[in-house]
């Protein structure tokens, strides 16, 4: 028996409902993912956190809760770069020692998002990290 073709439209509720859930923060820190496209590469910058008894991430200097928006201006732990999702991927999971996130659902949104810049780095389409 053949699969009905997915209802995009429902899937893409799913997506939105799944974005929109509480997670529980990594306390070893978040990443900001952007494109280099003059040079072709997907990059992370790794920033560090501390997460406080409400589950917010604050800055481990101040104390002062982290906004999601804004012009934030934190100096990143590391910076991270590569020409593929995999290669990102790896040079973080594998090659970085120690490695700087530590929840599974983590390395899991980083690996969709990873795949998602680089559809867009190929596709010349802009790239806004979910």
């Known amino acids: ?5 997915p209802d995009r439209q429902a899937l893409k ?7 929109n859930r509480f997670i529980k923060l990594d306390p070893e820190g978040y990443f900001v ?6 040079a072709g590469l997907i990059c992370a910058d790794h920033y560090s956190n501390a997460i406080n008894d409400k589950g917010l991430a604050t800055d481990p200097e101040t104390g ?12 990143p732990t590391a910076t991270f770069r590569g020409r593929t999702a995999k290669e990102l991927g790896k040079l973080i999971t594998e090659d970085t020692q120690p490695c700087p996130l530590s929840y599974l659902d983590h390395a899991l949104y980083l690996g969709r998002e990873f795949q998602r810049a680089e559809a ?6 802009d790239y806004v990290q979910d």
Do not use: F, T, W
Request: proline share 0%.
């Open 13 to 19: 509720a799913l997506d939105h409902q799944l974005s």
């Open 120 to 125: 867009c780095l190929l596709s010349g389409q």
């Open 33 to 38: 993912i952007y494109l280099d496209r003059e």
């Open 64 to 75: 002062e809760v982290l906004a999601c928006k804004g012009n934030l201006k934190r100096i």
């Open 1 to 5: 028996m053949l699969l009905s073709h």
